[in-house]
């Protein structure tokens, strides 16, 4: 290692000591800089379900040498398929078996198994359901640790606020974070947004995620209601945000992306027309929000989880002189004439390229990416929406952002009582416009 190589590792170990204030075992990482490929860079993976699985798979099949030395799941079972699949020798997109490192004593479950884990770690993978976000999120950066986060990145303002503290630590210490919204890494989206002045100046925009919806995982006998909800994650806003945050971020954030802003205000209207079953929890089933931002621009957009249909999930930018689509990834003059098509065989895997584009800036010593605060405002813009559409009034971001809405129980144990109950029949309460208040 050159004397500037060491300086500099050393500038930036100490300087993320004193942020965090930390006392590191000997045992633990300390490394958050590196300066060459062939330094192990340290991976722990919090939330080893379907993304956690596969984005562990991306970070280890990167260029660099990466290693997987830690997983925390909330159950055991998640840990063991996640490992299973890791280990394969057949591997989907190239074995990574080699390259797992996770001996059963850094394996931690439960509800305080992600500190365990991400005291091992140089870099920390965070894919659990987006209410713990926040929590994991700021001991990562607490700890001086790089960060991939998948989206939302939070459920509510509470959290949303506490990310943003956390993505101001991160900067000040030089911490890379990507967040997993793809469209960001991917290049048909990133050669269109290099193009957007062909279209002039953003005046509306559309977006959509409508499609039949996702997974319920039905209630078990002897299973605790906290354990419970955990397992049909999807269903309970505290861990899930509902749809429009969940999964129509995607299309709100390439809007917010473009346009290089957000929404000063929003109001919707949204309800459950097939999700009125006991496993359905509390989210609705679609959402139709009118957002403005402060130039008077309307982005509208659409999310619904109804089987049968149709399916779009998409987005169309417009301005003063043409208009982008964002899925078949053209650009149009203002009279439909096509000025712009991304050649599709051009297209690589985003996943793939969040990972590798990290990675290759974590070995090289590089801070490149700020995604959180990005991350942050596109699920704030989102929660926005859920907040419109569930209490039916016009609502203002400064109000949102500043507002004490805080969807987190009081206590994480398997038998604590979440915060939302069911009655007597097995119902959730179910938000009513006109009567549910936005906060
Ligand atoms: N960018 C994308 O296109 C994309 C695609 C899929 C999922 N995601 C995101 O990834 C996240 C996870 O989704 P998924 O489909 O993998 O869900 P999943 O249910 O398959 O996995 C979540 C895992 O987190 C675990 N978990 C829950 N609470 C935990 C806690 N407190 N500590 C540790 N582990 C905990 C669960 O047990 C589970 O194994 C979500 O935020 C989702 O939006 C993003």
Known sequence: MNNDNKSRREFVKNSSLLAGGLMMSPLFSNANFFSGADETIKVALVGCGGRGTGAAMQALLTKQNVKLVAMADAFRDRIDNCYKTLTRDDG???????????????????FDAYAKAIAFA???ILTTPPGFRPIHFEEAINKGKHVFMEKPVATDPVG????????????QQKLNVVVGLQRRYQNSYRELFKRKNLIGDITSAQAWWNN??????????????MEYQMRNWYYFN????????????????????????????????????VRK???HGEIFDHHFVEFTYADGSVLNSQCRHIPGTMSRVDELIVGTKGSIKGDAATILDSKGKPIFQFD???ENNPYQNEHDELFAAIAKGEYKFADAEIGAKSTLTAIMGRMATYSGQMLEWDKILASNLNLQPKKYDWDAAPPILPNDDGYYPVAVPGVTKYV
């Open 92 to 110: 989907s997109g190239g074995s990574v078996k080699g390259r797992v490192d996770v001996p059963e004593e850094r394996k931690f479950v439960g």
């Open 122 to 124: 140089d870099v920390v």
């Open 160 to 171: 949303i606020r506490r990310v943003l503290e956390a993505a101001e630590k991160a900067k």
């Open 212 to 225: 039949d919806g996702v997974w319920v995982n039905k209630r078990k006998y002897g299973q605790t209601e």
């Open 238 to 273: 505290w861990l899930c945000g509902d749809h429009i945050v969940e999964q129509h971020i995607h299309n709100i954030d390439v809007v917010n992306w473009f346009k290089d802003a957000y929404p000063v205000k929003a109001q919707g209207m949204g309800g459950r027309q």
């Open 277 to 279: 079953g006991k496993d």
């Open 344 to 346: 599709k065989k051009g």
